[in-house]
């Protein structure tokens, strides 16, 4: 079958920039909704995300989980294909686990050698479009 195509849209250093940028990308594209996992660094967004009227799905550490593990197998299976982006790149690249215990894992954000919120970003915006069966979708973390 066709590989899902993952592609990083716009990555920065912080979080000050992302809410405006994300409500952007809603009002141009009409990508619903937008997850997010509130417990991550992007979780100080949500509060300006819902008020710019930006539909937000919330994802808990057990789907972070699930969508890292998914998303690994399926990389190694070439069923997902990305978009050269070089933040993408080196978070894949030096990208480490967090064992959550019984043999289920997280991508590691102290252990990885690069910053790896693309990377997580990535997974959870595969994962979600592929539980909710739509269009397509965005995560931010």
């Known amino acids: 079958g066709n590989a899902d195509f993952i592609e990083v849209i716009d990555h920065r250093d ?75 790149d080196l978070a894949v690249e030096g990208a480490r686990r967090r064992n959550l215990g019984d043999g289920g894992w997280s991508f590691s954000r102290q252990r990885s050698e690069h910053p790896v919120s693309p990377l997580i970003a990535a997974s959870i915006a595969w994962y979600t479009h592929d539980h909710a069966h739509g269009d397509a979708n965005i995560a931010v973390y």
């Open 14 to 88: 912080g979080v000050d920039w992302a809410a405006t940028r994300l409500a952007e990308i809603y009002e141009t594209w009409d990508v619903s909704p937008l997850a997010i996992d509130v417990r991550s660094p992007a979780g100080v967004l949500e509060a300006r995300l819902v008020a710019a009227g930006v539909p937000l799905r919330t994802v808990g550490l057990g789907e972070a989980a699930n969508a890292a593990q998914g998303f690994a197998d399926r990389v190694h299976g070439e069923q997902i294909r990305h978009k050269r982006h070089p933040a993408l």
